[in-house]
């Protein structure tokens, strides 16, 4: 990591402007929070600044009010929320900039903290308004990054700050970028690739720049129906992506010339319908029938999934094995999960459906990471330079 962090600079009496990523999932009858992992994530930061002597202004954007104020998006019910998970008194402003936040800004003290309203009631946010950042900005004497799942957005809370004051990454920002920065960069090997979820298009990129670093690639999911289909199998009324097909092709040709195998499941979990209560039937990759579609991975796949990452020393996993959100068809997902939670390996899981069901499983605790960034791992892992990142100080 070539970036600054808060580890690098004096936070003492410091007023710091960090920005996070609290978009937690919210009940949508009740507004409840679903899953707090993402606040969680940002305690180290918040923790470490606050016990070095810094009073902090945090902000954060929640869902996608458009630049108008939605009741239901307000940052009130997450500040009480990271009330109950840190010591130190916590205020809300029912603002992001203006005379009433300025003021209660400063007069913060050591130890304090002021929540900002959720960033993107206010058009200027997503715009990357100049002046909306270097109001933003007034509130601190210096910017810290926590937020990995929005920095591949060149938005005013991530890159137009970062012009305008001292910018360094917080400690979850760093551990995202050490981690994922591992795998492309050097992964203790065997390094393999367990990789599902939807649609090929997303992650074609991710893909061919993982296979100029990998030794194993397991290819589950929905994606696996066009690999199937593309080796001239029947796959039923399976997701198919037809203008992938020359793609995954390629994939494995290229696979074969560096000797790097690409292994495709052997027997696979059948739906007669696409719905919670379809009913499951296992069956040879050879033997789909033409009314039925491919929901999980089969058991003869998951032991031969097992034995290659047994042997792995590091595990990059993204995408669930199969329609997780089904019970009948989560055993691929889960029993994945369950065996990289027992691994010796570094193991390292992005995608957002992947870490929502490997926290729904109770297993985020046995991995290495399980990044809190969905769009922003994979743009990563494509070698792209997220502008949050950049924005920020070089080492
Ligand atoms: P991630 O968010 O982890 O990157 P994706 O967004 O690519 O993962 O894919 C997640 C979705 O893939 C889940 O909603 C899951 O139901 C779906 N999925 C997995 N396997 C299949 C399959 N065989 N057929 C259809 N959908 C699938
Ligand atoms: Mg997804």
């Known amino acids: 990591m070539n970036k600054k962090t808060i580890r690098d600079i ?17 009940d949508p009858d009740t507004g409840a929070i679903l899953d707090d992992s993402r606040i969680k994530a ?14 902090l202004v945090i902000c954060s954007h929640i869902g996608r009010p458009k630049g108008r104020v939605v009741e239901r998006l307000r940052m009130a019910p997450i500040s009480q929320h990271l009330a109950s998970c840190i010591a130190g008194s916590i205020s809300t402003a029912p603002e992001c900039v203006g005379d009433m936040v300025t003021t209660a800004a400063s007069r913060l003290r050591p130890g304090e903290m002021l929540m900002l309203e959720n960033l993107r009631f ?5 715009s990357n308004d100049p002046e909306f950042a270097r109001c933003l900005a007034s509130l601190g004497d210096i910017f810290v990054n926590d937020a990995f799942g929005t920095a591949h957005r060149a938005h005013a809370s991530t890159v137009g700050v970062a012009r305008c004051l001292p910018a360094v990454a917080g400690l979850l920002m760093e551990k995202e970028l050490e981690f994922l920065g591992m795998a492309l960069e050097n992964p203790r090997r065997p390094f393999t690739a367990l990789l599902g979820g939807a649609k090929i298009s997303d992650k074609m990129a991710v893909l061919e720049r993982l296979l100029e670093r990998l030794d194993v690639l397991l290819i589950g999911g929905g994606m696996a129906g066009t690999f199937l289909k593309a080796k001239g199998l029947e796959i039923g009324g399976s997701l198919l992506e037809e203008e992938s097909l020359e793609f ?13 195998p690409v292994v495709l499941p052997v027997d696979v979990v059948v739906g007669d319908s696409f719905d919670a209560d379809a009913t499951p039937e296992i069956h040879g990759v050879g033997d789909v029938p033409e009314d039925g579609q491919i929901m999980d991975i089969g058991p003869e796949t998951i032991d031969l999934f097992e034995e290659h990452l047994k042997k792995s020393e590091t595990v990059f996993w993204n995408g669930p094995m199969g329609v997780y959100e089904f019970p009948a068809f989560a055993q691929g997902t889960r029993r994945m999960a369950q065996v990289l939670a027992r691994l010796e390996a570094t193991t390292v899981v992005g995608g957002g459906s992947t870490a929502d069901a490997v926290i729904g499983l109770g297993l985020a605790g046995e991995m290495d990471h399980v990044s809190t960034g969905g769009g922003a791992s994979l743009e990563f892992l494509e070698g792209k330079i997220l502008p949050g990142v950049a924005a920020l100080m070089d080492r």
């Open 248 to 260: 995954v092709s390629k994939i494995m040709a290229t696979g074969s010339d560096r000797g790097i």
């Open 10 to 26: 004096d936070v003492e009496g410091k007023r710091a402007l960090v920005r996070v990523d609290f978009n937690v999932p919210l």
């Open 42 to 55: 940002t305690l180290p930061t918040l923790t470490y600044l606050l016990d070095h002597g810094a009073s």
């Open 122 to 126: 206010n058009p200027g946010e997503e």
